[in-house]
Structures are given as C-alpha cells and as structure tokens.
C-alpha cells in the first residue's frame, strides 16, 4: 500500500511541479545569508486519504559568498523518500546555483547544471538547454533565497500583500515561480509556539491549486519552520519544525 501511495500525486510533485518557462526580467536582490543550520522537521503527507509521516531534514550552510543545502525526507519502513543538494556562489542576484541534484524514491537521480560561462542551465531529462539572464533558482535554493531576500529587505519591505518573483529550474526547464506575503501567523511546532509569516507560491493558472506555502520565523533569524507542497487534487506534504541546530 505504501509504495502506490507514493507513485504520482504529490510526493512526485514537491519538485516536480512542470516545465513551462517564460522570459522575465531578471531582477537584482540584496540578500542576507541565515546563519548555517541543521533544521529537523516532523513530515506528514496527505494523499487519497491516506497519511503517511516522517522526518526531512535541511542542512544549510552559507558563508564567504558561497552557499550549500542538502535536504533528506524518510519515511518508516520504506527509508530515503527525497534526497535533494544544491550548491554555489552569491552574486548581486542572490544565491547563484551551480548544480542542483535530484533524487526521488524509485527514480533516477536528475542534474541540473548551472554552466555560467556559456549562460547555460543544462538539463538529464531535457535535451534543450535554458538561457540564463542572470538570478536563475534550483527548486532546493529557492527557499533560501526566498529567506536571504527577507533577512535583507526586513518586515517593512517583506510584508503581506508583497511579491517576490524568480526563475526556477526544476529536472527539466525552468519558469517564473512568484510567492506571495499572505499574512503573520501563530504556528504550533515541536519548538512551540512560533511568530511566523506566510508565504505562498501563486497557483500558475486559473483553476490550479498546486504550489507551494513556506512559514518564515523572523525570530528565529527568517529559517523556514514549516513547507507545505500541495498539487491540484488537494493533496499534500507538510513539514513542521522540531529542532534548529546552529552550525
């Protein structure tokens, strides 16, 4: 049973969220890095009315103009779920990736590569190559740069009603991801009660429900708390914080 719940819906989705890149303007962000972290998370997933839980785990690191994150999500008596690594440079865009690997429970491992002296993204499962214009995200990166463009902007600047848009490579393509400020909230965690705001990926097109929700605790220095990824049947996988290791 467990091994159909995985097949398709949304543990496929989380970084498989479609090609359908469009040309944007590139846009110069100044960021400021969150101190490296260790941050443990409780999972649970949603799907055809079934629930599975688990643990992920984000290991950020961010210094001297470089960055890393590698991400793990295991369920109990199935193992390794997601494996998920990213790592570069900072440029005056923000986090500038060079490569972006991929792995998902009962598939090959995917390579995104940043090749920056051709202006290149370069895809396993994509002959074509995507030209870059400067400030392109992988789907591991864009979190962090999401919570380095807040460090650097503040509540002031970084408030409901405001938009935050980026190119996003993905296994494939790339296309625009834009999230939304949507409001503060309360959150309940395994750190108790949190001061967070909420941010969400804006559905890509009338009658989709598919995106992403990302909890940032400006008190606990803009680290992502809590990771919603939801696709277009309703279904979902939800990430809440249990611990943050300072590195």
Not at 14 to 21: F, N, R, T
Not at 133 to 152: C, F, H, M, N
Not at 176 to 204: C, H, N, S, Y
Request: proline share 5%; net charge positive; charged share 30%.
């Amino acid at each position: 049973m467990r091994s159909n719940l995985l097949k398709g819906g949304v543990l496929a989705a989380v970084l498989a969220l479609g090609p359908g890149a469009h040309a944007a303007a590139p846009v110069k962000h100044a960021v400021e890095l969150p101190p490296p972290a260790d941050i443990a998370y409780e999972l649970n997933a949603q799907q055809r009315g079934f629930g599975l839980k688990g643990e992920a785990l984000i290991a950020w690191r961010g210094a001297d103009g470089k960055y890393e994150v590698n991400v793990e999500a295991r369920v109990p008596l199935i193992g390794k779920l997601t494996e998920y690594r990213s790592h570069g440079a900072v440029d005056a865009y923000g986090l500038a990736p060079d490569e972006f690997y991929e792995k998902r429970y009962r598939k090959d491992a995917t390579t995104t590569a940043f090749n920056r002296d051709s202006k290149t993204i370069t895809f396993t499962d994509a002959k074509e190559p995507y030209a870059m214009k400067g400030g392109e995200q992988d789907r591991a990166s864009v979190t962090w740069q999401l919570a380095s463009v807040a460090r650097a902007a503040g509540e002031a600047k970084f408030k409901p009603g405001s938009e935050w848009s980026f190119i996003v490579a993905g296994r494939r393509d790339a296309e625009p991801w834009t999230f939304k400020v949507v409001k503060r909230e309360k959150i309940q965690t395994g750190m108790g009660e949190l001061d967070t705001l909420l941010v969400a990926r804006q559905p890509r097109g009338e009658g989709k429900t598919e995106g992403v929700d990302i909890w940032l605790a400006p008190g606990q220095e803009w680290y992502p708390v809590r990771i919603r990824f939801r696709d277009d049947d309703r279904e979902a996988i939800e990430q809440t914080v249990t611990k943050i290791t300072r590195k």
